[in-house]
């Protein structure tokens, strides 16, 4: 036999789903609230919620969704995810790489977190520390073009200007791409382009 109460909590998140979609946030809200007094641990119905929250800029009441989700389900990346956006959009990147490590603890091939990681390193001005993730990212993913290109970046703060390019030249190859992330790979390939012979020359000269 079905369950009537199941039931009814499916009816109100589909409900919410709706409602949502049409931009009825107060509706969408109120609904997923009534389906959470049937089952308040719904991992859909809380993690939907935390959505709405932050999008009505109510991180504290987002943060407190996810809280019951991540006691129930510790290894729920989902939830983890969006606690590493609140924490962002509060400007806490330290507190966003502790979820993205959470993260990696329970599924050290999750390529999202690894690149998720690396770009709030890169935020901190830790190019070695994000070079490691995007390493590991690009062992797990080799086409992962925006990946490549955050590493070609990264690369070109370590001065590995070899290295720099030629994670530019494969991104180029994997994919004809556009947009402001391409137009600065364009842009850094093209300097690269001008600096390795003056590179090459003043080391020449440093040991000839």
């Not at 935390?50 to 009505?56: A, G, K």
Request: glycine content about 4%; charged content about 30%.
């Amino acid at each position: 036999m079905s369950n009537p109460s199941l039931e009814y909590l499916e009816a109100y998140v589909f409900r919410a789903r709706e409602q949502g979609v049409n931009g009825d946030l107060d509706g969408a809200l109120e609904s997923l609230t009534k389906g959470l007094e049937i089952d308040p641990h719904c991992e859909i119905a809380l993690l939907m919620r935390s959505d709405l929250r932050m999008e009505r800029n109510e991180p504290e009441l987002a943060m407190e969704d996810l809280d019951v989700v991540l006691r129930h389900h510790p290894d729920a990346a989902a939830a983890r995810f969006r606690c590493a956006e609140v924490h962002l959009a509060n400007g806490a990147p330290k507190a966003a790489l502790k979820c993205y490590s959470k993260i990696l603890d329970y599924d050290s091939k999750n390529t999202s977190a690894l690149h998720l990681r690396a770009i709030v390193q890169m935020s901190l001005r830790r190019p070695r520390r994000a070079l490691d993730d995007l390493d590991r990212l690009l062992q797990l993913s080799p086409d992962h073009v925006e990946g490549r290109i955050d590493r070609a970046f990264v690369r070109f703060a370590l001065w590995d200007l070899y290295g720099s390019k030629g994670d530019l030249e494969i991104a180029l190859q994997l994919r004809a791409f556009d947009g402001a992330s391409a137009e600065s790979a364009r842009a850094l390939l093209k300097h690269l382009e001008a600096l390795i012979p003056l590179s090459d020359r003043k080391t020449r000269r440093k040991h000839g």
